[in-house]
């Protein structure tokens, strides 16, 4: 079946720091692939996604480009904030048949100041 | 104006008990969904319904009984609540269930059982 495997956390940086966060997935087909990012004490909400093979998904100075080669969606953001500590989930989805979101077990990331 | 809202956001009972989360999108979606995030973040979908319909059933005990009165509601009942059970509970919405729509996520229900 579908699977996406992430990159264990915790991550803690300080800021300004680079950011890579890892993922990989494993589905049939040519999924969609998404991250979504977990505030404390929030629902998640839509951080970037790309839907077909080298798209790049981007946004509030985070990316990931869709890397079919080598089956990997890794997140990464050049200089982060303190205001970017969250949990990062990484997600896809399969085309046809039922097409509900799978998603890793999220990498908590803790930036100091 | 909340696109997903969720009632109640904490809900605190005794193993036995039934219980119940409702979920409203003012989005105009067509479709919605309800999750579990287990104490260590791990999220897996529970239910999805496109225009009322149930589509995705995933395996869930069937002491969880989804119900959508309309496109906009999706209501979680819970019978004989088990220790088990207490997670947090996600309601999202997406304007189909095409995979490559954005879902868009309530704040969430933190049950927990006694």
């Known amino acids: 079946g579908n699977s996406v495997t992430q990159m264990e956390g915790p991550v803690t940086l300080s800021e300004e720091a680079f950011l890579t966060i890892n993922c990989t997935y494993t589905?049939?087909?040519?999924?969609?692939l998404f991250w979504y990012v977990q505030y404390p004490g929030e629902g998640l909400q839509l951080l970037l996604k790309?839907?077909?093979?080298?798209d790049k998904g981007s946004n509030k100075g985070f990316e990931a480009t869709y890397r079919k080669e080598t089956t990997s969606f890794h997140l990464e953001k050049g200089s982060v904030q303190v205001s970017d500590s969250a949990v990062y989930f990484c997600?896809?989805?399969?085309?046809?048949?039922?097409?509900?979101?799978?998603f890793g077990k999220g990498t908590k990331l803790t930036v100091n100041p | 104006d909340t696109a997903v809202s969720q009632t109640p956001k904490y809900l605190v009972t005794q193993m036995g008990n039934d219980k119940s989360i409702k979920c409203e999108q003012n989005?105009?979606?067509?479709?919605m969904y309800w999750y579990k995030q287990d104490s260590k973040k791990f999220l897996k979908i529970m239910f999805s319904?496109?225009?009322?319909?149930?589509?995705i059933n995933e395996t869930v005990p069937n002491r969880f009984s989804p119900k959508s009165p309309d496109k906009a509601h999706l209501n979680l009942h819970i019978n004989s609540l088990e220790l088990g059970d207490s997670a947090v509970y996600f309601c999202?919405?997406?304007?189909?269930?095409?995979?490559?729509?954005?879902?868009?996520f309530g704040p969430g229900t933190r049950l927990t059982v006694t």
């Open positions: 997600a896809l989805s399969s085309q046809g048949g039922s097409e509900k979101l799978v």
């Open positions: 589905a049939t087909g040519y999924p969609s």
């Open positions: 319904y496109n225009n009322k319909e149930l589509i």
């Open positions: 989005l105009g979606h067509d479709t």
């Open positions: 999202a919405s997406s304007p189909g269930s095409s995979g490559t729509y954005e879902q868009y």
């Open positions: 790309a839907t077909k093979a080298d």
